[in-house]
């Protein structure tokens, strides 16, 4: 094979693949606050917080204030539980609200 083809091939199988779904926290270390989210793609969920978080744009004032005060180095994200890939879809939304909100209990988070 080629490395057109090859390159078409990855992007196929990258396009093919499911991202993950489950919850997730972003967390400070400086102060110890907790948030807690959920997210039908956990790999892209990070990107999307830490872009509004560098730019501003965070609706969690709380979080943003955190990371304004602190600094991102202070900031962590964690993957708290995935989802079987054998969910149905008509199941996600339920489950992914039941797992954020059990995690917020668990951990006394902030829901995000």
């Given at each position: ?18 991202a993950p ?32 978080l560098r ?58």
């Amino acid at each position: 094979m080629d490395s057109k083809a090859d390159r078409k091939e990855a992007i196929r199988k990258y396009k093919e693949r499911k991202a993950p779904l489950g919850a997730f926290a972003i967390s400070c270390t400086a102060t110890g606050e907790v948030w807690v989210g959920s997210s039908r793609n956990l790999e892209a969920i990070r990107n999307r917080h830490w872009f509004a978080l560098r730019n501003g744009l965070c609706t969690e004032k709380p979080l943003q204030e955190a990371w304004n005060t602190h600094g991102e180095e202070k900031i962590q994200y964690e993957i708290l539980e995935k989802l079987d890939d054998d969910v149905s879809e008509f199941e996600v939304a339920d489950l992914l609200k039941e797992k954020r909100r059990g995690w917020i209990a668990k951990l006394g988070a902030r829901p995000l």
